[in-house]
T-cell receptor, first 113, second 111 residues
Framework: DAGVIQSPRHEVTEMGQEVTLRCKPI?????LFWYRQTMMRGLELLIY????????DSGMPEDRFSAKMPNASFSTLKIQPSEPRDSAVYFC???????????FGNGTRLTVT | GENVGLHLPTLSVQEGDNSIINCAYS??????FIWYKQESGKGPQFIID?????DKRQGQRVTVLLNKTVKHLSLQIAATQPGDSAVYFC??????????FGDGTTLTVKP
């Protein structure tokens, strides 16, 4: 099993540009999570899906952020327009059931200048 | 400039010593707890978990203790090795599976 796969690993963009982060969860995992990690706030849950349906998006900072999961093997997190304060490492994670461990990808380091 | 980020607890131990990392959780209704290890440039990795109907669970070189009375979780690492140097997070599961992470503890193992 290749684990959770995220792309790109690094993204550098200018303020105002659209950014799309991608995630492929582990096959058979019904839950998918997007987290953001910064020195200021630690690991913050942004949104999570169960069977491709968004369950809780209360952590999404504002309308500039959106996430989709069109099928069981793919999810995107989009920021439009991006701002310097969005600079962080964004992690995708998946798990097989409600009370089971999360499996994290290696993250996308986003820098917005 | 001044560092106004999280002030992560730090623990420095000598190679071969035992390490104890502590975590306080917030929700008395949480029923599942996990310890993760995060190395530089990687995502958090699962170490060990424990359910609320237990107070102790052992793995290979690691033990997790749960005290529900004071909402406290600890991770014990036996015979700590340089490869154990990382940031350690506890996570609690609330609201039917929503997982919330603590701030993390940085463990440094001196050879």
């Amino acid at each position: 099993d290749a684990g959770v796969i995220q792309s790109p690993r690094h993204e550098v963009t200018e303020m105002g540009q659209e950014v799309t982060l991608r995630c492929k969860p582990i096959s058979g995992h019904d839950y998918l999570f997007w987290y953001r990690q910064t020195m200021m706030r630690g690991l913050e849950l942004l949104i999570y899906f169960n069977n491709n349906v968004p369950i809780d998006d209360s952590g999404m900072p504002e309308d500039r952020f959106s996430a989709k999961m069109p099928n069981a093997s793919f999810s995107t997190l989009k920021i439009q327009p991006s701002e310097p304060r969005d600079s962080a490492v964004y992690f995708c994670a998946s798990r097989v059931s409600v009370n089971s461990p999360l499996h994290f990808g290696n993250g996308t380091r986003l820098t917005v200048t | 400039g001044e560092n106004v980020g999280l002030h992560l607890p730090t623990l420095s131990v000598q190679e071969g010593d035992n390490s104890i990392i502590n975590c306080a959780y917030s929700n008395s209704a949480s029923d599942y707890f996990i310890w993760y290890k995060q190395e530089s440039g990687k995502g958090p990795q699962f170490i060990i978990d424990i359910r609320s109907n237990m107070d102790k669970r052992q793995g290979q070189r690691v033990t997790v203790l749960l005290n529900k009375t004071v909402k406290h979780l600890s991770l014990q690492i036996a015979a700590t090795q340089p490869g154990d140097s990382a940031v350690y997070f506890c996570a609690e599961y609330t609201n039917a599976g929503k997982s919330t992470f603590g701030d993390g503890t940085t463990l440094t193992v001196k050879p």
